[in-house]
């Protein structure tokens, strides 16, 4: 894991769910913990989410680089994560969006922060969309 990523994943947990930099005042931060799919060790992500309803939207841009992230392939391997949102944590699974539902949710990320635009005119692949819904208990 990146030095970047350490140090964002910290001052979240510090700070019930806020971090400053890049970030300061983005109330739509979130944390999740994958299982490696080749490792099957637990990994942890700082991302951006767009509230959908009682989901939230992740959007798998990798910065617009021509390749899925890590946290994206080990979605596919084992849909079940763990999300940190403020203060609280819960289990939850990821749901893969498709067609026009996945087009509109990235326009919907793009209006939240204009920078996932660049992203996907930086890369020829499409960039997935990841619904994650809550778990039971």
Do not use: C
Request: charged share 25%.
């Amino acid at each position: 894991m990146s030095d970047f990523n350490t140090q964002v994943i910290e001052e979240f947990r510090a700070n019930g769910g806020r971090v400053g930099g890049m970030f300061e005042g983005r109330t739509n931060m979130v944390l999740i913990t994958t299982t490696g799919a080749r490792t099957g060790r637990q990994v942890t992500n700082p991302l951006v989410y767009l509230p959908d309803g009682d989901r939230m939207v992740l959007v798998a841009s990798n910065g617009g680089a021509d390749r899925h992230p890590a946290w994206y392939h080990n979605l596919r391997a084992k849909p079940e994560l763990t999300v940190e949102v403020g203060t609280e944590k819960f289990s939850a699974t990821a749901e893969f969006v498709t067609g026009t539902e996945r087009d509109e949710l990235y326009d919907r990320m793009v209006e939240l922060m204009p920078a996932f635009g660049d992203y996907r005119a930086k890369t020829s692949r499409v960039i997935p969309v990841v619904a994650v819904q809550r778990g039971d208990g």
